[in-house]
């Protein structure tokens, strides 16, 4: 898969909300302390937004390096102010990952699952410089996405892999035009700078921070910037920034066929399964894919392909609760109704009800493109196959050629590969699951050697991102997050 997303979305799948993601080739920088000062703004003016939720936004430089003389951009923020305001500790700033997902959808969706937290927190969720609210990038028109998305991924002939070449260059090319004012400043590390003015404006000393997936990455980038403006970063579903974009995706595409895996096994043993009553479910699932290759499916005036079929897969991979959509979704295209994996792919693109896109994709393409250099030569990708395909007959062929979208792009990468420290900050909070397809366990286990003083909660389960899908999790979570109290070291919840 090209694109690793967790999205909105309505229907069957409205709980993908709660979610996060992190897209296979997560990004990857080495930053260094103590940046030069920049122009703050004092304070977020808020209004009323509807359900008990305040907007405001901040204004930020667009170029750091001269922020004096630089244009600015506003950075959108929606607020749930603390339900018990006596008690009140300050703002805890959250983003969902991506990179490119939206932290103002989100924060509205997961807010009420947050009490806890909230009586003690202002809860504050923003849009990250190039994604929804916020100066959004903008590239491909709904028509352009629409067949971008629905290209095969799979290159296996000579003519499909000169479409997707193409594709990816028209994509960049489209991203140029449009949005070039800010696509050389959408990266990582000024994202982290603007964290940091949005601390100051929300009137906290330091920052509380819940970041998930991609979001743990932005949240080691502020550490290691500003570390003694942290009071607690609570990281789930660690992102290891010490990894090469195919070696990082490598391991992706070895977790969602351990997570696919776990499906079937579930399948074939549950009654209520149905896609296992009538043969083997990876057989059956291998075969449909193939059968859509040469024969995609009609779903009005659309096409089921390959590629959108494995979209509505993998997004059900995200959360163990969604096993059911795909069930339904993969015994009914078997049966020639491709309508429910149509729609989870279309939750995993950001295609709306009227045909237009959000613009995660085009963020998470701009953002992963700045933050880490990939391979230029096609032939590297090439190269790619037999590893990819080990690691997963489904999932790896469709990976394969995932990065090459970055060796077109029209602006190089700033950022490098390499472990980041926090030196000077408190113990951090990382989490892990020990069977999540998007930010392999091991990642976490990397992560807490290179932060010094951090400690490693362990969740043993499938699934995404741990605080959504365990009381247990949540609970020491907002431990930390509140009384700054760790769990111990070793601590494994079910």
């Not at 008990?52 to 204004?59: D, K, M, N, P, S």
């Not at 595409?253 to 096994?265: C, I, K, P, T, W």
Request: net charge neutral; with cysteine; proline share 6%.
């Amino acid at each position: 898969m090209r694109l690793n997303r967790c999205s909105a979305a309505a229907g069957v799948i409205a709980l993908l909300l709660m979610t996060s993601c992190t897209r296979p080739g997560a990004t990857h920088a080495k930053v260094s302390p103590t940046p030069s000062p920049t122009p703050t703004q004092t304070a977020v003016t808020w209004t009323g937004c509807g359900d008990g939720f305040e907007c405001g936004y901040v204004t930020v430089p667009i170029d750091y390096s001269n922020p004096s003389t630089s244009d600015t951009i506003r950075i959108a923020l929606v607020r749930k102010p603390a339900t018990d305001p006596s008690r009140r500790i300050g703002s805890v700033l959250t983003n969902p990952g991506g990179p490119g997902a939206s932290g103002i959808d989100y924060l509205r969706q997961a807010a009420s699952s947050m009490t806890n937290l909230n009586k003690r927190f202002d809860l504050v969720g923003f849009d990250p410089r190039g994604v929804g609210q916020s100066a959004p990038i903008r590239c491909l028109d709904a028509a352009g996405r629409e067949n971008y998305d629905s290209l095969d991924g799979v290159l296996d002939d000579p003519q499909e892999k000169q479409a997707a070449i193409q594709a990816d260059k028209d994509f960049a090319a489209a991203c140029a035009q449009k949005s070039s004012k800010l696509l050389p400043f959408v990266d990582t590390v000024s994202a982290a700078r603007d964290m940091d003015l949005m601390r100051a404006a929300l009137g906290d000393a330091q920052l509380t921070y819940l970041g998930l997936s991609y979001g743990t990455y932005l949240g080691q980038v502020y550490a290691q910037l500003f570390p003694t403006h942290v009071r607690a970063l609570s990281l789930d579903g660690v992102v290891d920034p010490n990894i090469s974009p195919n070696d990082l995706q490598l391991l992706q595409v070895r977790s969602f066929q351990s997570n696919l895996d776990a499906f079937f096994a579930y399948c074939r043993s549950n009654a209520s399964c149905l896609y296992a009553r009538s043969g083997d479910p990876a057989a059956k699932l291998r075969a449909l894919l193939q059968r859509l290759d040469t024969t995609p499916i009609a779903v009005g005036r659309r096409l089921l392909t390959r590629a959108l079929a494995l979209y509505g897969v993998g997004v059900t991979l995200y959360n163990q609760s969604f096993w059911k959509y795909l069930d339904q979704g993969l015994t009914a295209t078997d049966q020639g109704n491709g309508t429910i994996l149509m729609a989870l792919s279309d939750a995993y693109l950001g295609r709306q009800a009227d045909g237009s896109y959000d613009n995660e994709v085009e963020a998470n393409w701009a953002v992963n493109c700045l933050d880490r250099p990939v391979p230029t030569e096609v032939t590297a990708y090439d190269a790619l196959g037999p590893s990819y395909t080990s690691a997963s007959s489904v999932f790896g062929p469709f990976f394969q050629y995932g990065n090459l979208q970055c060796a077109f792009w029209p602006v190089k990468a700033t950022g490098k590969i390499g472990p980041i420290t926090a030196e000077g900050a408190p113990p951090i909070l990382l989490v892990g699951g020990t069977n999540d397809p998007a930010t392999p366990y091991a990642w976490a286990q990397s992560v807490q050697k290179q932060l010094a003083g951090s400690v490693l909660l362990t969740r043993r389960g499938n699934g995404h991102v741990s605080y959504d899908k365990s009381t247990c999790i949540q609970a020491a979570e907002d431990a930390y997050m509140i009384s700054l109290t760790l769990p111990a070291p070793g601590t494994v919840c079910s």
